[in-house]
């Protein structure tokens, strides 16, 4: 069983950063990030492999950074120069074989003047 828990969601000003946190308990491969703007679908946002390798979407690409630590069995996304249409909820994901889709709860993020 899986288990994940995000945080780090708040209020920013554009242009600021943020730093989620998931916490992820049991045993995991590949994990993303995707992120629900108001009254759209969620979207990919960031994934890291069990190797280390990582993709982003194109709106994201350098600006966030998603990194894991396999010894606090965490996942991390920084965002930096955050945009208003960054405002959602983020939530933290994995897939299994057996087992299927695993989601947190999310944490909110609102970029606002």
């Known amino acids: 069983q899986v288990q994940l828990v995000e945080s780090g969601g708040g209020l920013v000003q554009p242009g600021g950063s943020l730093k989620l946190s998931c916490k992820v308990s049991g045993s995991v491969d590949t994990m993303d990030w995707y992120h629900q703007a108001p009254g759209k679908q969620r979207g990919l946002v960031a994934t890291?492999?069990?190797?280390?390798?990582?993709n982003y979407a194109d709106s994201v690409k350098g600006r966030f950074t998603i990194s894991r630590d396999g010894a606090k069995n965490a996942v991390y996304l920084q965002m930096n120069s955050l945009k208003p249409e960054d405002t959602g909820v983020y939530y933290c994901?994995?897939?299994?074989?057996?087992?299927?889709?695993?989601w947190g709860q999310g944490t909110r993020v609102t970029v606002s003047p």
């Open positions: 994901h994995t897939q299994k074989i057996i087992g299927g889709h695993y």
């Open positions: 890291i492999t069990s190797s280390g390798s990582t």
